[in-house]
């Protein structure tokens, strides 16, 4: 019975709505990453701050449900100093001409080994862990 | 006179993002109780510069596998890339005999930066595979020289 009914909801999606959701869960997974990485806005309540907004609003926006708004996303590229969309174009200009005049100067590689898993997001169990580096440092060739 | 230190204000992460991932896992295989299985893990990370655009790219592989006898054709493979802009990257690169050399201090931050994004990725990427328990150890201090 369930299942026929999440079936008939599933049918009544229309292409623009699920085009819509996927857009939105992808720019809130970028803006996501960006605080991931970001050295001084790393959490959404640290956006929130900067942009001046309730860090309700920021979860909100981040939903994948809620429709962000250009003007929305730019305040949040503005304050955070990256771009959280860029067209086909502007993606290939700021990418694929530097991976053109890339120089390699280390290829390392490395096995090892986790004998036992941790129950995440317990962290508990035994873990054993062996780290071999087994190849190091090729310089020198250009990519 | 004192060695230069890297001063990591002039090191930003500008992007990171998936190149490819690859997970196989016959129809039908002998599996054992997933408890206690133990994974094995090869990584490789390649090293490049733009010295125009003063940006570094590191290009992340990390393969799993089962180190079960029985179920040895799980595998996983997962690339990321990540891209670091370095103001006056030039001083901090040098070369000897035909080969460049990036700054210790430097390489080190780039690959613990790279490194810890990394796990964090991977274990998001393999939730709902057979891998999804496994997370990469945090690498000791000169592990990843």
């Known amino acids: 019975m369930a299942s026929e009914i999440f079936e008939r909801l599933l049918k009544e999606v229309t292409p623009e709505e699920s085009q819509f959701v996927e857009k939105n869960v992808a720019i809130g997974r970028q803006v996501r990453h960006i605080l991931a990485v970001h050295p001084t806005i790393n959490s959404q309540k640290a956006l929130a701050d900067a942009l001046g907004k309730e860090p309700s609003e920021i979860s909100k926006w981040l939903s994948g449900l809620h429709n962000i708004g250009l003007e929305n996303i730019t305040k949040m590229e503005v304050a955070l100093g990256r771009d959280i969309i860029l067209t086909d174009e502007q993606a290939r200009e700021r990418y694929e001409k530097p991976a053109t005049g890339y120089q390699v100067f280390q290829v390392s590689r490395y096995k090892g080994k986790v004998d036992s898993q941790v129950n995440y997001p317990g962290w508990s169990g035994k873990r054993n862990i062996t780290y071999t580096p087994i190849d190091e440092k090729t310089s020198g060739s250009s990519h | ?145």
């Open chain 2, 1 to 145: 006179m004192a060695k230069k230190k890297f001063d990591i204000g002039k090191l930003d992460y500008l992007n990171i993002r998936d190149i490819a991932f690859t997970y196989s896992m016959p129809d039908e295989p002998s599996l054992p109780e997933k408890e206690g299985n133990p994974t094995g893990y090869s990584m490789e990370i390649v090293k490049m510069f733009n010295m125009d655009q003063e940006i570094i790219r590191l290009v992340f592989t990390i393969q799993l596998e089962t180190m079960l006898e029985t179920a040895k054709e799980i595998k996983g493979v997962y690339t990321t890339e990540h891209l670091f802009q370095v103001k006056g990257l030039s001083e901090w690169v040098t070369k000897a005999e035909e080969k460049f050399v990036v700054d210790p201090d430097l390489n080190e931050m780039l690959t613990i930066q790279a490194y810890s994004t990394a796990r964090g990725m991977i274990h998001q990427k393999f939730n709902g595979t057979w891998f999804s328990d496994f997370v990469l150890p945090v690498a000791k201090s000169g592990a990843l020289d």
